[in-house]
C-alpha cells in the first residue's frame, strides 16, 4: 500500500478518535450518543457492524444501538441468539475484552458461541458500579493475528472514553434526581405547612405546577354533588362566572362522579358520552393539548396512596375511600415525556390529597372561626384586662341595642337626570341628505300648523330641509309623462270631435278606447304627482311641538349627512324658553332616576304599601339646596332592568313627578344630573346602615 494512503487513512482515524473523544464530552442523550459513537468506531476499524448493549442490574443485555446485525441474532428465541447472549454474558461476568473467532465456542456450553461468520471484538463498557455495557464489532476474519489484537486495543481504548461519558452520565441523573428531591421536600413542607383550605388549595397549584413543570394545575372541591374551582396555579382570584371556570367545574364534576381518573392527550373514543361532552367544551375554551383529571380522595393515614388507589383499583386496602375533589394538570405548549411527568404527578397528588384532605377536617370542626378567634385573643380575659375587656363588652352590647332598636329612615339612594316632560323627538320623513338647517341648538321652535304654509313661512316654522335627487327626478318624469298623455288625449278628442262625420264606425270606436285608455292614464299620472308632491313636502321637516331644540351642535352633526326614513334627527323640548305664546311657567319637569336592580326590591315593597312614594333629591348644579318629589303611580316604575352603564349593572328607570315652584328661578337644562333618595319607609338604624352587606351574605354565602 503507497505511503501516502497509509498516512491518510492513519489521520482519519485519528479525526474519528478526536470526534469519539469530543462527543464523550457532551450531555448528548443515550440513543443519539450510543449511536455517534458505534458509527464512528465502526468506521474506523473499517469493521462490517457493530452493536452496543447495556447490561441492567440482574437482567440480560439489552440493544441499545447497531449496525448490520443479523437477523438470527435479533430474534430472542433463536438458538443462535442466546448463544451470542451467553457469549455477552461471558464478557460481562469476567469484565474482560475477548475476541472470539467466527463459528467457534468454548467447550463448555454455557459460555455461548460465536454464530456468525465474523471475527467478533467484544470489549466491556465500564461505571461506577462495574460493568454497564458491552460494544460489540463485527469485523473480517481474514486478517492477521497481530490486526486482530490492534483493533481489541483500539476497542478498548474507545471504550474507555465511552465510560467516561457514561460515568459523567450518570453523576448528572445523581444531580437531576437530587434536585427534584429538593423540590418535593420544598413541595411537601410548604403544602402541609398550614391548615387554611384556601391557602393549602393556593400553595398546591402553585407549587405542583412548579414540581411537575406543565403549564396549569387546579384544584376544585366537592360540595355535595358538584365539584368547584377553589385555586388555579398563577391566579390570585378566580371569576366564577367566566365560561372556563364553568368549563372546568363541569367536567371535576363529571369525572369525580365516575371515581375513574381521566387522561386526554388528544383522543376521545373510549369516553363516556357525559365525560366526552364536558371535555371537549373545557378544551375549546382552554385551548389544552393534554389534560388529567385525577379525583382526590382522603387517604388512608396507614397506608400511601396512590393514583391507582384514587381510581378504585385494588391495593392493600381496598376500601373505597370518600371523594373530596379533583386535581387537574394540564399541558398547552409544553410536551414533557411520561417518565419525567408521571413520577412528578404521583408526588404532586397524593401530597395534595392529604394536605386537603387535612384542611377539610380542620375546616369542618364546629365553630372553628369562633375557637381560631377565642384561641388568639386569650390575653383580653388576663386579670389586669378584665375590666377594660368587660367595659368594650357593654359598649358592644349598647351599640347593638341601639342598632337593632333605634328606628331611622329607609331610604334607596341612586343617580339620574332632570327632563322636560314635554318632550319629543324628531324623525325624519324621507330619505335623502340634510340640505338646510333652520333651527340650532337653543332656537324656539313652534308646532307645525295643520294648513299648508307658504313659501316665506316655512323657514318660520321648519327645523330640517332634505334633499332627495331622486325623488326630484321621478316627480318630473311624472309630470313630464303627464303633459303627454294630456296632449295625446287633446289630440283624439279633436280627430274624435272633428272629423267625426268622415269616420267609419270602426274608427270612431278605436278612438273612442284610446281615449278613455288615456283618461285613465292622465288620472294615474296625477295621483302618482299628488304623491310625491306629499313626499317632496315632506322633505322640510317640522316640530311636532313647541319648545325648544335641545340637540347639541345640531347643524355640525347633520348638515350634509346622509339620513334615511325613520332616523331620529333631533330632539324638542318645551324647557319654558321660547316666544309666540308659551313663556317658563308653561313648562313642566320630571326626573328620571335609574335604581339599582339589587335596591328596587325595597322600592316595589314600600310602593305595595304606600303606592306614592316621597322622593328628596339635589342637583348636581346645587347640591346646597335640597328639592321635592315622588312617585306618584305604579307605572311610573320601569317594568324591566335595563344596562345603561355596565360597571353599575342593570338597573330599573323611575319617573319622578315635581312641582315647577320648586324649581323657579333655577336655570333648568335638560339632563342636568341629579341624585336622589327614595323613602321606603322606617327601619331599625343598624340595618339601614348595613342592609347591603347582609344581603351580600344572603346573596353570596348563604344562597
Not at 473499517?46 to 448493549?53: D, L, P, T
Not at 398550614?194 to 376544585?220: H, M, S
Request: hydrophobic share 40%.
Amino acid at each position: 500500500m503507497p505511503t501516502e494512503t497509509i498516512e491518510q487513512t492513519k489521520q482519519q482515524i485519528r479525526a474519528l478518535v478526536g470526534e469519539i473523544a469530543q462527543l464523550s464530552k457532551s450531555e448528548l442523550s443515550d440513543s443519539d450518543y450510543y449511536a455517534a459513537f458505534l458509527q464512528r468506531v465502526v468506521a474506523a476499524l473499517a469493521a462490517v457492524g457493530g452493536a452496543v448493549w447495556l447490561v441492567e442490574a440482574g437482567k440480560r443485555p439489552r440493544l441499545a444501538y447497531q449496525i448490520n446485525l443479523s437477523d438470527p441474532l435479533l430474534e430472542a428465541d433463536s438458538e443462535d441468539a442466546a448463544q451470542h447472549m451467553r457469549v455477552l454474558g461471558n464478557v460481562v461476568q469476567r469484565n474482560e475484552a475477548q475476541l472470539v473467532p467466527p463459528m467457534s465456542g468454548l467447550a463448555e456450553n454455557q459460555l455461548g458461541r460465536n454464530p456468525t461468520d465474523y471475527l467478533l471484538v467484544l470489549a466491556p463498557l465500564q461505571g461506577h458500579e462495574g460493568v454497564v455495557g458491552v460494544v460489540e464489532i463485527f469485523q473480517r476474519a481474514n486478517a492477521q493475528p497481530a490486526t486482530q489484537r490492534g483493533y481489541l486495543r483500539f476497542l478498548v481504548q474507545m471504550c474507555e472514553l465511552a465510560a467516561e461519558w457514561v460515568k459523567a452520565q450518570k453523576i448528572r441523573q445523581f444531580s437531576d434526581r437530587h434536585s427534584l428531591w429538593a423540590q418535593a421536600d420544598h413541595f411537601s413542607r410548604l403544602v402541609h405547612n398550614q391548615l387554611d383550605l384556601g391557602e393549602t388549595c393556593f400553595t398546591a397549584v402553585n407549587e405542583g405546577r412548579r414540581l411537575i413543570g406543565c403549564d396549569r394545575v387546579c384544584v376544585c372541591i366537592k360540595r355535595g354533588r358538584k365539584c368547584n374551582v377553589m385555586a388555579i396555579s398563577g391566579q390570585d382570584t378566580i371569576e366564577s362566572r367566566s365560561n372556563i371556570v364553568q368549563a372546568l367545574n363541569q367536567l371535576a364534576t363529571k369525572v369525580a362522579a365516575t371515581g375513574e381518573p381521566l387522561w386526554y392527550e388528544g383522543e376521545k373514543e373510549d369516553l363516556p358520552p357525559q365525560i366526552e361532552d364536558a371535555l371537549d367544551e373545557y378544551v375549546e375554551e382552554s385551548y389544552a393539548k393534554a389534560v388529567a383529571v385525577l379525583p382526590l380522595r382522603r387517604p388512608d393515614p396507614d397506608q400511601q396512596l396512590t393514583r391507582n388507589q384514587a381510581a378504585g383499583k385494588p391495593a392493600e386496602n381496598p376500601e373505597d375511600r370518600e371523594i373530596i375533589g379533583a386535581l387537574i394538570i394540564e399541558q398547552i405548549e409544553i410536551d414533557l415525556p411520561p417518565e419525567v411527568v408521571t413520577p412528578r404527578v404521583d408526588l404532586v397528588y397524593e401530597h395534595t390529597a392529604r394536605a386537603v384532605s387535612n384542611a377539610l377536617t380542620h375546616d369542618g370542626i364546629l365553630l372553628m372561626p369562633l375557637w381560631r378567634m377565642l384561641g388568639r385573643s386569650r390575653v383580653i380575659t388576663q386579670a389586669r384586662n378584665l375590666p377594660k375587656t368587660l367595659s368594650a363588652a357593654v359598649l358592644v352590647i349598647v351599640l347593638a341595642l341601639v342598632l337593632c332598636l333605634v328606628q331611622a329612615d329607609f331610604n334607596m339612594k341612586c343617580e339620574g337626570t332632570l327632563q322636560p316632560t314635554a318632550k319629543r323627538d324628531v324623525f325624519a320623513n324621507e330619505t335623502g341628505e340634510i340640505k338646510v338647517v333652520y333651527k340650532k341648538h337653543g332656537d324656539p321652535v313652534q308646532a307645525a300648523p295643520a294648513t299648508e304654509l307658504a313659501p316665506e313661512q316655512i323657514e318660520t316654522y321648519a327645523l330640517l330641509e332634505i334633499e332627495n335627487p331622486d325623488l326630484q327626478v321621478q316627480f318630473e318624469d311624472v309630470v313630464g309623462e303627464l303633459n303627454q298623455a294630456r296632449s295625446q288625449l287633446l289630440a283624439v278628442e279633436s280627430s274624435l270631435l272633428g272629423n267625426r262625420r268622415g269616420m267609419t264606425r270602426e274608427e270612431r270606436s278605436r278612438l273612442a278606447a284610446q281615449m278613455e285608455q288615456l283618461k285613465g292614464q292622465v288620472r294615474s299620472l296625477e295621483e302618482q304627482r299628488e304623491l310625491l308632491k306629499q313626499k317632496m313636502d315632506r322633505l322640510v321637516v317640522y316640530s311636532p311641538i313647541a319648545g325648544q331644540v335641545i340637540t347639541w351642535d345640531v347643524e355640525g352633526l347633520l348638515l350634509g349627512r346622509p339620513v334615511q326614513a325613520g332616523q331620529v334627527l333631533l330632539t324638542v323640548a318645551k324647557t319654558g324658553v321660547g316666544e309666540a305664546g308659551y313663556v317658563p311657567e308653561a313648562a313642566d319637569w320630571e326626573l328620571e332616576i335609574e335604581m339599582p336592580e339589587r335596591r328596587i326590591g325595597h322600592v316595589l315593597a314600600a310602593q305595595a304599601r304606600d303606592e306614592a312614594l316621597p322622593v328628596r333629591y339635589i342637583l348636581a348644579s346645587a347640591p346646597d339646596r335640597e328639592h321635592l318629589g315622588k312617585v306618584a303611580a305604579k307605572n311610573d316604575i320601569q317594568s324591566r332592568a335595563d344596562v345603561v352603564d355596565r360597571e353599575a349593572g342593570p338597573s330599573v328607570r323611575i319617573r319622578v313627578s315635581i312641582t315647577k315652584e320648586d324649581l323657579a328661578q333655577m336655570d333648568l337644562r335638560p339632563g342636568m344630573s341629579v341624585t336622589a333618595k327614595v323613602y321606603c319607609g322606617q327601619r331599625a338604624v343598624g340595618y339601614v346602615w348595613l342592609h347591603e352587606v347582609w344581603e351580600w351574605i344572603e346573596r353570596k354565602v348563604l344562597f
